[in-house]
């Protein structure tokens, strides 16, 4: 198990960028796969972007060619770009760590909004 902290969120106006961050309380390494999901009002919890242990990356349709994720594990640390932001990607943005037959942690989540 680990503790996952993110940031970075905020109010950005439609076609701007914006930088999210998640922070681990341990090593980010053993995770099988990490990823960034979101929640928008009246809609379900999906996943936006996941990476791998390998590095191999992973987009929902809706933000492919618009998000990137990576990761820094001498940091503990997992980033999402977010460019050409859209009043659609509105919602609260959650980090997530998971090791098969382990763990599989979630932060509090961060608020992002796009104004039109």
């Known amino acids: 198990q680990v503790q996952l902290v993110e940031s970075g969120g905020g109010l950005v106006q439609a076609g701007g960028s914006l930088r999210l961050s998640c922070a681990a309380s341990?090593?980010?390494?053993?995770?099988?796969?990490m990823g960034w999901y979101r929640r928008a009002p009246g809609k379900q919890r999906d996943m936006v972007a996941q990476?791998?242990?390998?590095?191999?990356?992973r987009y929902a349709d809706a933000v492919q060619g618009r998000f990137t994720i990576s990761r820094d594990n001498a940091k503990n640390t997992m980033y999402l770009q977010m460019n050409s932001l859209k009043p659609e990607d509105t919602a609260v943005y959650y980090c997530?760590?998971?090791?098969?037959?382990?763990?599989?942690?979630w932060g509090q989540g961060t608020q992002v909004t796009v104004s039109s």
């Open positions: 341990g090593s980010i390494q053993s995770s099988t796969v």
């Open positions: 990476i791998e242990r390998t590095g191999i990356t």
């Open positions: 997530n760590a998971k090791r098969t037959w382990v763990y599989d942690s």
